[in-house]
């Protein structure tokens, strides 16, 4: 309910949906011509669950995510694979600007990526935080999200 709010949901987003939506135009005839490869969105647990005093970075996430799972059977038709990365506390500037202080380094999410784009995954839920809403969250995606 800040006065800002509109203002930052504004910036959130230009950031994390328009932002994703240009890559996904700039990029998507380029895997196309080279018979495919990878699209890594990077969304968050935030796109699952809103968390008090960031509402518009969780909502932001959530569109996001939306996109992510649309463009999913574009690329796919082309021979590329998408990957919804959902990471929790990792230590980056954004973390300490946050006050999170319990987080994972940043290699578990770069090798995560890697693992999971061998696999053929589509959700990454990379760190100890991430790892709990990937359980309480993986029967609902494998039965609704990934169907």
């Not at 800002?4 to 895997?31: C, H, K, S, W």
Request: proline residues 5%.
């Amino acid at each position: 309910m800040d006065e800002d709010v509109i203002e930052q949901f504004q910036t959130e987003l230009n950031i994390n949906v328009y932002g994703l939506i240009r890559m996904a135009q700039a990029f998507a005839p380029v895997l196309k011509r080279n018979g495919g490869g990878a699209f890594v969105q990077i969304n968050s647990i935030a796109s699952l669950r809103s968390f008090p005093g960031f509402a518009t970075y969780p909502a932001s996430k959530a569109a996001s995510y939306s996109f992510t799972q649309a463009i999913r059977h574009v690329f796919e038709e082309q021979g590329t694979a998408v990957l919804s990365v959902h990471p929790g506390p990792i230590a980056t500037d954004m973390a300490a600007a946050s006050g999170l202080e319990d987080t994972d380094p940043p290699h578990v999410v770069s090798e995560g990526i890697v693992e999971a784009l061998k696999e053929g995954d589509f959700h990454l839920f990379p760190d100890r935080m991430a790892k709990d809403f990937e359980k309480a969250y993986h029967n609902f995606a494998e039965g609704i999200i990934e169907a």
